[in-house]
């Protein structure tokens, strides 16, 4: 019975988000987390430093379209891939408060992974 529950959740939540999410763990605190195009680092550092270098390495890899810092949100075009990042602050049920950089990349509307892969390990290796 459980495992019915379980299944029908899964398929609840794969058709209400569009992907599965998969988590994927290294050498980091929190891994990375992974959905159809989007990859997440969870990064013990500021937000502001975050910020700073997410924004320098997509300035370095191709053309920034958009910034908005108060959203935390970065929009660019790398390679002919549409590329949106994502920066927050995070706190935990437990207070302890981490920072969040999703970064998603699409080329013609398909998801490319590997350039969001591509960009988290630059981010996490500048940090």
């Known amino acids: 019975m459980k495992l019915g529950h379980l299944l029908l959740s899964l398929c609840l939540l794969t058709t209400v988000t ?3 999410p998969l988590l994927v763990t290294g050498g980091l ?3 990375i987390a992974l959905s159809v195009d989007t990859a997440r680092i969870d990064l013990d550092t500021t937000i502001d430093r975050a910020w700073e270098v997410t924004y320098q390495v997509l300035e370095s890899k191709g053309e920034i379209l958009s ?3 108060a959203e935390g949100v970065i929009r660019a075009r790398i390679q002919e891939t549409s590329v949106i990042a994502y ?3 995070v ?3 437990s207070g302890d408060t981490s920072v969040w950089v999703d ?3 699409r080329r013609k509307a398909l998801p490319h992974v590997d350039m969001a892969f591509e ?3 630059e981010i996490q290796g500048r940090i």
């Open 103 to 105: 970064i998603s990349a």
């Open 18 to 20: 569009g992907c599965i």
């Open 119 to 121: 960009i988290i390990n």
């Open 29 to 31: 605190a929190g891994g």
């Open 87 to 89: 920066v927050a602050r």
């Open 67 to 69: 910034e908005d810092s």
């Open 91 to 93: 706190t935990y049920d």
